[in-house]
C-alpha cells in the first residue's frame, strides 16, 4: 500500500513547458489523510504531506514528501516514507531524486540523477542485506519522478483543454519507464474538509502498467480550479482493494 507513491502517480500531464509563473510557492504545506477501503467501510490509515523548501540555488526548488501510517496501523503494516526532488524553477524538470521507503519490514533507498546533455539517468538503490547497486539508464524525452510530476502538473494551462483531451507522460518508477493516460472531463465541485464545496479540475486516470493500478473508469483525481491548482482528492482501485486520499485543514 504505497500511499505516496499513489498519491503522485496520478498528476502527471503534458510535456515539458516554460513557467511565466508559478502556481506554488517555497514555504507550501499541504496534509491529506490516505484510506483504505474495506469490510464494506472507509479506514484513515496514513497521513502525508508535501512541502516546498528553498535549495542551495536561487534557481532550485526542493519538493519533499513523506508518507506515515498512523500509530494504530503500525502492527498491521508500517509506512515511514521520505521523497525528495530537486527540480529547476523555471521549467520544472526534475534534477536529483532521492526516495527513503520503509514498509513493512522492507527499507530501501533510491537515488536518480538526470542528466540531460547525455540524455541518461544515473541511478543507486541499496536494499537491505543487499549491496548497493548503480544503473544508467537511458532516456531520449524528459521523464520525471514520481515527485516532480506533481508540481509539473500545477502549472499547466487547464482552461485551454476540452473536454475529453488526453495526454500521455513518461515517468520513471523503480528503474522502469512507465506510460501514464489521463483524459480532462471537466469541472466539478466536491466537498473539502474545512473549505466546503470547491470547484475543481477532474480528471481520470489510466496507467498502462496494470500491476499498480487497475484500470478502472472510476479512477479520479482533482486538484482546484483557480491559480494554486492544489491537489484535493484521489479516488483509485489499486490490486488490494480501494483507496481515497483527501485534502486536510
Sequence with gaps: MRFILLLLYFFIWFSPISYA????????????????????????????????????KAEVLKLVGTAQTYTSWDNYFKIRDVYQSLIEKSTGKPLVFNRSIQEGN??????????YKTQQI?????KQNK???????????????MLSALYYVRNLNFKSLKVNDQKKIQLIIDEKMEVLVLTYLGIEQ???????KVSCYKIQMKLENQKIIKNNPNNMFWLSADAKK??????AEIPAGSIQIRLIP
Design 21 to 56: 509563473q508559478t502556481a506554488y510557492q517555497v514555504g507550501e504545506k499541504l496534509r491529506y489523510v490516505g484510506s483504505f477501503y474495506s469490510s464494506g467501510a472507509w479506514s484513515d490509515i496514513a497521513e502525508l504531506r508535501l512541502e516546498i523548501h528553498p535549495a542551495s
Design 106 to 115: 522492507f527499507k530501501m533507498e533510491l537515488k536518480y540523477i538526470f542528466k
Design 122 to 126: 544515473e541511478s543507486t538503490v541499496s
Design 131 to 145: 549491496p548497493e547497486q548503480k544503473k544508467i539508464i537511458k532516456n531520449s524525452a524528459i521523464v520525471y519522478d
Design 190 to 196: 466536491i466537498p473539502v474538509e474545512g473549505k466546503g
Design 230 to 235: 492544489v491537489p484535493m482528492r484521489i479516488k
